[in-house]
């Protein structure tokens, strides 16, 4: 009987990095389509900065839904890009990558926030 292990560990990881990218896709485009119109805790990008004010919460939801959906895409490439590797290094791929843009879409989504904020406190300031 022939050991097929390294072929369904390809599979596995390719089909890995598939299914994040498209679930990545399908909640951005959820959030987009459907954006929380308050602040809560259950629904939408929820961080202490993005829940601190209307304003950052709704700019928090536009942004971090478009990332989303963008990063589903490319992790969906990677996943893709996974069925051409051996071994786990597909499901080393997917991983990493989704990680990454994990990482990603905190790092830019906050950075956005904290400008608005910086903003909003010199604009209040010169109201002052």
């Not at 959820?30 to 929820?46: Q, S």
Request: charged share 15%; glycine share 10%.
């Amino acid at each position: 009987m022939e050991d097929n292990s390294e072929g369904e560990n390809v599979l596995t990881g390719a089909v890995v990095g598939i299914i994040i990218g498209v679930c990545y896709f399908i909640l951005g485009l959820m959030v987009f389509k459907k954006p929380p119109k308050m602040i809560n805790g259950i629904y939408g990008y929820r961080t202490p900065r993005a829940m601190s004010n209307p304003e950052l919460w709704d700019e928090a939801q536009k942004y971090s839904a478009n990332l989303m959906m963008q990063f589903g895409v490319i992790i969906t490439i990677f996943g893709i890009i996974g069925f051409w590797l051996t071994d786990v290094r597909a499901l080393v791929l997917s991983l990493v990558a989704t990680g990454f843009y994990t990482f990603r879409l905190f790092t830019r989504v906050e950075g956005r926030l904290k400008q608005m904020q910086r903003a909003q406190q010199q604009q209040n300031e010169q109201n002052a």
